[in-house]
């Protein structure tokens, strides 16, 4: 069974330029995460989907930031402008469904560089 | 807002050694989970511990849960150079609009030198 899967893996880009991640979550997986994690921190949630309903967005700073989960399946996170302190990595994970006793499987990671 | 406050930060270690990691929050949690990452991958999970004062093993690594559900421990014994890599506590919200919600520690990265 594929794992969840995200491209680009590296993404280097000038400030004020647009950026989007998108991520593909395990077969059957309602719930999507997007996190970011900053150089030697654990991630911070961003916004979590339940199918294609963004139900927690309270993290994200969405005077530059947007996401979609078109169809419940596949979603994009976009960055516009890009500030130097977005450098970071963007992680999306899925699971069954939200709660405790479902586990959340996490995809590789988008390594962004802000210059 | 709910924080987790993992210690050490960086654990330097020889093979065969004991170590603990620790977890902490003055925030009670429905859970708390274990995960190890390395680098270039994300998060996988390790163990979820539910009931306070629980204790759980995965081969060597030995996971406790406080018994007022705010604290963590995770510790190895005979520690090996595979074990090497970034550890993280994540507390698990039980309701509300955050029902599900991780809330990560910064972490603790270990080196396990032969």
């Known amino acids: 069974e594929a794992g969840v899967v995200q491209s680009p893996r590296y993404k280097i880009i000038e400030k004020k330029q647009p950026v989007a991640f998108w991520c593909n979550p395990i077969?059957?997986?309602?719930?999507l995460y997007w996190y970011r994690q900053n150089l030697g921190q654990g991630p911070e949630l961003l916004i979590r989907?339940?199918?294609?309903?963004?139900?927690?967005d309270s993290q994200l700073p969405k005077d530059r930031f947007s996401a979609e989960r078109l169809k419940g399946v596949d979603s994009t996170l976009k960055i516009q402008p890009a500030e130097l302190g977005d450098s970071a990595v963007y992680l999306c994970?899925?699971?069954?469904?939200?709660?405790?006793?479902?586990?959340?499987?996490f995809g590789p990671g988008t390594r962004l560089t802000v210059t | 807002t709910q924080l987790l406050e993992q210690s050490p930060q960086f654990l330097s270690i020889q093979e065969g050694e004991n170590l603990t990691v620790y977890c902490n929050s003055s925030?009670?949690?429905?859970?708390l989970q274990w995960y190890r990452q390395e680098p270039g991958e994300g998060p996988v999970l390790l163990v979820t511990?539910?009931?306070?004062?629980e204790v759980k093993k995965l081969k060597r690594l030995t996971f406790q849960f406080g018994d007022a559900r705010k604290d963590s421990s995770l510790h190895i014994t005979a520690a090996q150079p595979g074990d090497t890599g970034l550890y993280l506590c994540?507390?698990?919200?039980?309701?509300?609009?955050?029902?599900?919600?991780?809330?990560f520690g910064q972490g603790t990265i270990l080196t396990v030198h032969p």
């Open positions: 077969s059957g997986h309602n719930t």
């Open positions: 994970a899925s699971s069954l469904a939200a709660g405790q006793a479902y586990e959340q499987y």
């Open positions: 925030s009670v949690f429905s859970s």
């Open positions: 994540a507390g698990c919200n039980a309701g509300g609009t955050s029902y599900g919600k991780l809330t």
């Open positions: 511990v539910v009931t306070g004062g």
């Open positions: 989907y339940e199918n294609e309903e963004a139900v927690d």
